[in-house]
């Protein structure tokens, strides 16, 4: 999950955040499955285009991108070149596409994938590796989940090579409930062994989510209070500023705990509470994750408060009703709020909040750990400690701590021990999750991603909740977009979790 390095924060070199170059620098051959797609512009190509310019791609890489559209291959580059930054050069751009090529295909044609194979050998073997003993492909599916299985079905039996080391990089929604996560799982199962899958949960490439263990097991403070002696409850939360505007189409079959909340937010979840595991390797670290989800009941309708915005105070901004692709007797919650127990050793009685939402009052995701009271009454109490990890939008790490009010007082004041990246961390650059993940994929390294029992527990603890909304429609409470969400969730998480606003 981390590497040691010595470097110091303030004196070290620029650096990219990224430090493994890809593995061995086998000849590599990346398929990009849905080339002409939103995800594949904002995210893949940008995160390759990172990982070039950082010298992190293996040093003989062809990219080559597969879609039904017709784009010529200035079409395909222009697409590309529109997400690459506003800073990256013209020359670093132009040796990346370099690399790049487009292949003009149908996702349920043979013949089409026969084609792209021997586009992909042809570029093999002009980098010399033909023939090579070790060559890897990763299959990178930016694909809507309608077309996953029959292409990952193509690529086995048209692309899939056994003298190559294969990975297929899948995207979310994995399924919408435990049935058909499972069938997911089943059918890639049958063509792709586990430890050729790599499922991406892009929270986990998160620079201060690939933090929580180094903060956890490297500190011996942290660790020493990390348990239900110490800690009163822990929130995660998650905030967007803006609604789903363009995609409610999308967003109304799914609804906030299917989008953000049942993956990003567990995950999230699970390296907070996980046991210190035996090794950073990738089975020890998801042994631990999975045990934290295997101790989790299913969480129930009286646990949860569900929302759903309308249009601003003002009527500057619709509501999600308003949306053209929405019905208007629609019940998706687009704000979730549950509380749930993890009914282990460490954790046994403490309450853990997630909350997540779109149209709130900011973009924020964090993790905070509220500890409980001091037992004695020295000083009166003001309020309780809290650790804060923010996972952005600024990245930071922060103790809200007790402290004499400076000068004559002797008063007491809140203040925090503050890291704030943006402040110590002045000359490095934060890659994007995407390239963080993308070059574990490279290195065929999977902590950083779902492993299918993990899968299968964070839908057991989800699914039957979700029956159950669907099937009663049960309503969401309104909250105006650009609100901190409905009415009662502040109260709703001091009662049910006994949280203390400090
Ligand atoms: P798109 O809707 O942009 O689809 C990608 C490509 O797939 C399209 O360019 C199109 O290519 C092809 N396609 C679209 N619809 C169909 C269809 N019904 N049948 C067959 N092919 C189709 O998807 P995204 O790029 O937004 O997302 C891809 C995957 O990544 C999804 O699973 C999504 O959930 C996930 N994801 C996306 C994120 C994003 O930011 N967009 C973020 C996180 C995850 P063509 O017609 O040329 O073949
Ligand atoms: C995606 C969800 O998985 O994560 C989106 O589908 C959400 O609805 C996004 O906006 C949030 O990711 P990030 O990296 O912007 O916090």
Known sequence: MSSVSSTSATTGPLTCGLSRAAEEDLPTTIFVFGASGDLAKKKTFPALFHLFQHKLLPKRTRIIGYARSNLSREDFFERVKSHLGADAGNDDIAAFLGLCLYVRGRYDVPDDYVALRKVAEGQESALGAEGASRRVRVYYMALPPSVFVDVATQIRHTVYDDACTNRIVIEKPFGHDLESSRQLSKDISALFAENEVFRIDHYLGKEMVKNIPTLRFANVFYEAVWNRNYIANVQITFKEPFGTEGRGGYFDEFGIIRDVVQNHLLQVLSIVAMNQPRSLGAEDVRDRKTEVLRSILPIQLEDTLLGQYVASADGSKPGYKDDDTVPKDSTTATFAQCVLHIDNDRWCGVPWVIK???????????????????????????????????????????????????????????????????????????PDAYATLILDVLNGDHSNFVRSDELDEAWRIFTPLLHQIEAEKTAPLPYAYGSRGPEGADEFARKRAGYKRT
């Open 356 to 430: 997540a939402g779109k149209a709130l009052d900011e973009a924020k995701m964090l993790i905070r750990i509220q500890f409980r009271d001091m037992p004695n009454a020295l000083f009166p109490s003001l309020a309780r400690n809290e650790l804060v990890i923010q996972v952005s939008p600024k990245e930071s790490v922060y103790i809200k701590t007790i402290v004499k009010e400076p000068g004559l007082s002797t008063n007491l004041a809140m203040s925090e021990l503050d890291l704030s990246y943006h402040k110590r961390y002045q000359d490095i650059h934060i």
